[in-house]
């Protein structure tokens, strides 16, 4: 049976995004298929964005979508914009067996994300001072990198987003994400969405939108309490790396030390939903289950798209 998987990368950066997962993913795929954004480019590269545009961009999305279906499966990954657009793939796909949305931008932007940033690393480090052995450890770990992943992502967004942050840019994204959003109930295969508490630019409201309106009876959402916008970077890349292959696999959640991680699954039968959370509790991971059942406005959405 042949396998593909599809790397779908976002607004404004390139596929050297995926630089990290590749030697992950590559041995377990027949192809692995870097989808390019019009007119964007690798870090290296020079962009050319007069080809970024609504028609061009779902254009190449179609082409690359219709090069795929002569693979039996066909697992989808996408980040930011691209988390999007790899709805809008697991809708037009076939042979789509999984997908994986990381911080997908279908509702943007979140403001006062730098004080909240500052208010976490504060709080971690006072819960290390106030703590001792392997827990304090593993909370200063984390204020620490919070910080360094905080001063990465305004690196990253000062060299690559600023200074291409124009009005033809923004508005292309907006119509990008616009249609993405219509596909929601079209997508019914199995979907993990992942989301950090500390991103920059998208809103809890996003991957709730997602969670409400796909059409998948098996789907997941993952949220990170320590991870901002750019998770596909640096430290916190492997354990992105790690949940998206569980999430690929159809796998059980491995948890590090003092890691501020909560994963929901979601199994429905009508309007039931069993959710499954894993929370940080004294420096140690716990698993409980919870039943309830899905709000009637859930169901009954009165501005579907």
Request: hydrophobic share 40%.
């Amino acid at each position: 049976m042949s396998k593909a998987l599809l790397f779908i990368h976002g607004f404004l950066t390139g596929t050297d995004d995926w630089d990290y997962f590749l030697p992950a993913f590559e041995k377990d795929y027949d192809a692995v298929i870097l989808f390019r954004q019009p007119g964007h480019s690798r870090a290296e590269e020079k962009p050319n964005y007069k080809e970024f545009t609504l028609a061009r961009t779902y254009e190449e999305l179609d082409k690359t979508i219709d090069g795929l279906k002569s693979y039996d499966e066909v697992d989808v990954v996408g980040h930011s914009m691209g988390g999007g657009m790899a709805l809008y793939a697991a809708a037009h796909l076939p042979n789509v067996r999984r997908a994986v949305a990381i911080s997908p931008a279908l509702k943007y932007p979140h403001f006062g994300f730098i004080s909240k940033k500052n208010r976490v690393i504060k709080r971690l480090r006072a819960l290390a001072s106030a703590s001792d052995g392997e827990l304090a450890a593993a909370l200063t770990e984390s204020a620490d990198r919070i910080a360094e992943v905080y001063k990465q992502g305004t690196a990253i967004f000062k060299k690559r987003l600023f200074p291409h942050w124009s009005p033809h840019n923004l508005i292309t994204f907006a119509r990008i994400m616009k249609r993405a959003k219509k596909c929601l109930k079209s997508v019914t295969c199995p979907l993990t969405v992942i989301w950090g508490e500390l991103d920059e630019f998208v809103p809890r409201s996003s991957p709730e939108l997602i969670m409400k309106r796909v059409g998948s009876r098996d789907k997941r959402l993952i949220v990170y309490g320590d991870m901002g916008h750019g998770m596909l970077y640096e430290k916190n890349a492997p354990r992105v790396v790690r949940d998206v292959k569980a999430a690929l696999g159809d796998a059980d959640f491995e948890f590090g030390k003092a890691e501020f991680r909560t994963v929901y699954r979601y199994t429905e039968n009508g309007t039931q939903v069993t959710r499954h959370a894993v929370r940080l509790d004294d420096g140690k991971a716990r698993e409980f289950t919870e039943s309830s059942v899905l709000e009637k406005k859930v169901k009954n959405d009165k501005n579907p798209e």
